[in-house]
T-cell receptor, first 116, second 109 residues
Framework: DTAVSQTPKYLVTQMGNDKSIKCEQNLGHDTMYWYKQDSKKFLKIMFS???????INETVPNRFSPKSPDKAHLNLHINSLELGDSAVYFC???????????????FGEGSRLTVL | AQRVTQPEKLLSVFKGAPVELKCNYS??????LFWYVQYSRQRLQLLLRHISRESIKGFTADLNKGETSFHLKKPFAQEEDSAMYYC???????????FGAGTQVVVTP
């Protein structure tokens, strides 16, 4: 029944490792996002895909690489993890098209990444 | 560049008291503004949007273009209103939301 699901919910890893977070939505939405929430709870957009096409790519280190195999999935791969990558990563989806949309994003529960 | 400011990190109110969460934005055009809420152990979810002019769970928010504000108000706070509230803005057609820093609301009995 879950609309937007992310795995894993918790991830603890060492600096320098490579890790992935997966996201799936069953809402039939065309657009998916990755947001990063830092330790001060500030939410910042990282990427957005519309129908498997990258449409938003904020200033994010190129160690972060999103991949969308189909419009229901958006994965985030992070290479050479650094301490500053520790955060909660939220996946979201919306019914955005090339026209102005309702602005309603449906969020996953978040994946808490801790880099030691 | 557009920016969303929520000046209060924490707002503590008594049950039954009015609550107002401040949100100011900077954008020269006509943005779309939203309030999102995250209850404890729940997902971030949309509370209300300015274009709908709706009242959700007793909350209302009026867009004041002169003051570039979109404050969230509720006349009588309830304990279940305790949550993290984010003001958000979008200026493009792809639903890219820019969030404020968030305000934690604690309603005490």
């Amino acid at each position: 029944d879950t609309a937007v699901s992310q795995t894993p919910k918790y991830l603890v890893t060492q600096m320098g490792n490579d890790k992935s977070i997966k996201c799936e939505q069953n809402l039939g939405h065309d657009t998916m996002y990755w947001y990063k929430q830092d330790s001060k709870k500030f939410l910042k957009i990282m990427f957005s895909y519309n129908n498997k096409e990258l449409i938003i790519n904020e200033t994010v280190p190129n160690r972060f690489s999103p991949k969308s195999p189909d419009k229901a999935h958006l994965n985030l791969h992070i290479n050479s993890l650094e301490l500053g990558d520790s955060a909660v990563y939220f996946c979201a989806s919306s019914a955005s098209t090339a026209r102005v949309d309702t602005g309603e994003l449906f969020f996953g529960e978040g994946s808490r990444l801790t880099v030691l | 560049a557009q920016r969303v400011t929520q000046p209060e990190k924490l707002l503590s109110v008594f049950k039954g008291a009015p609550v107002e969460l401040k949100c100011n934005y900077s954008y020269s055009g006509s943005p779309e503004l939203f309030w999102y809420v995250q209850y404890s152990r729940q997902r971030l979810q949309l509370l209300l949007r300015h274009i709908s002019r709706e009242s959700i769970k007793g909350f209302t928010a009026d867009l004041n273009k002169g003051e570039t504000s979109f404050h969230l108000k509720k006349p009588f706070a309830q304990e279940e209103d305790s949550a993290m509230y984010y003001c958000a803005l979008t200026t493009d057609s792809w639903g890219k939301l820019q969030f404020g820093a968030g305000t934690q609301v604690v309603v005490t009995p």
